[in-house]
């Protein structure tokens, strides 16, 4: 944490092994740390770019023991510097930071500021201390979200537990795929937002695409800078650049959308293993009105989509149930709400 009474670049936070000092910068050259430090405002993380604020404490990833931080203050309180903004058009050199607000039914809202991706032509496929962290430890609030990258290597395991994921995942231009897990202590809306305006600057044949496989939609992130959506559930698993390799943990129903419709709707589930489904849908008596699958056949894997077509069914509330049985037996239901209104 910042000891002093007045706010610290910081430029002015050293580390040192009692022989050789370094900034942070330098630290992780050495592969003392990884080159960020996420500041915590008692709900959620951010990444601390310029100051650290008097009298609050920060994370930093350390990756070996026996560094010492070393605290130089300015005499006087640092001011913002100004950094001049970069087109970046270099394929090999670009990133995004993405964050994330999740808004629950009773209004509350948090954030998760802290995860970031991109290329590099000096990174690697594993661990790369200069570039990549991992998550600080869960915000002990009782509301939250986080976002994370899933997979991990050895190497990265065995610096932070079996349990670690990335906040921060940069990769080779030939390696640039990121599955990006959103987890939630609750159901909710959540944003994910990114500043796309240094990204837009790329060639085209260079993609930069958020691909939602629950929701059935791919986003392109050098046009747009937010994407909205319902997390129906407590995880949602997004993908950049590589959307065959997302496949959910776990049995999955998102909510329809649109929602209310008119009058057509898409309805989205997720199978964690092969598996027979059957969605029907009632009115709100009870009468079945539609057989969208039969369950007569297998399905792979991964996320699905059946379009509902009710053009002529009259205005009012429907019920659809989902149930699924997987190759081995194991079997799954589950019932969502849905507003027809013409």
């Given at each position: ?31 003392w ?100 962290a ?18 991990s ?138 057989t ?23 205005s ?7 149930t ?19």
């Amino acid at each position: 944490g910042n000891p002093f009474a007045t706010d610290m670049d910081v430029a002015d936070l050293g580390f040192t092994n009692g022989v050789n000092t370094y900034d942070i910068a330098g630290a992780a050259a050495q592969g003392w740390l990884s080159n960020v430090i996420y500041g915590y405002n008692g709900a959620s993380y951010y990444l601390e770019t310029s100051t650290l604020e008097y009298w609050k404490g920060y994370w930093v990833p350390m990756l070996v023991n026996g560094k010492t931080a070393v605290y130089t203050p300015t005499v006087i309180a640092p001011t913002p510097k100004n950094v001049p903004v970069v087109e970046i058009s270099d394929p090999a050199a670009w990133g995004v930071e993405l964050g994330t607000v999740l808004k629950t039914d009773d209004g509350t809202e948090v954030a998760d500021r802290i995860a970031a991706f991109g290329v590099r032509s000096d990174a690697t496929a594993g661990f790369s201390p200069r570039y990549d962290a991992p998550r600080p430890p869960r915000s002990p609030a009782e509301t939250y979200v986080e976002i994370s990258f899933a997979g991990s290597d050895d190497a990265f395991r065995s610096l932070f537990g079996d349990d670690a994921v990335y906040a921060r995942k940069f990769m080779p231009a030939e390696k640039a795929g990121w599955e990006i897990v959103v987890t939630s202590s609750t159901p909710g809306q959540v944003t994910l937002r990114w500043d796309n305006a240094r990204i837009a600057a790329l060639p085209s044949n260079v993609r930069v695409e958020l691909y939602d496989a629950a929701g059935g939609r791919t986003i392109d992130m050098k046009t747009v800078s937010a994407y909205t959506y319902t997390q129906a559930v407590t995880e949602r698993r997004f993908s950049v650049n590589k959307p065959s390799a997302v496949i959910p943990t776990a049995w999955e129903v998102v909510q329809n959308y649109p929602n209310p419709f008119n009058p057509t709707t898409t309805i989205s589930y997720g199978l964690p293993s092969a598996a027979a489904v059957s969605i029907e849908v009632f009115n709100f008596l009870g009468q079945r009105v539609a057989t969208l699958l039969s369950g007569d056949a297998l399905q792979t894997a991964g996320y699905h989509e059946v379009v509902f077509d009710a053009a002529g069914l009259a205005s009012g509330v429907y019920y659809y149930t989902v149930t699924a049985t997987a190759a081995e037996g194991s079997t799954f239901s589950n019932i969502r709400k849905m507003v027809l209104l013409k």
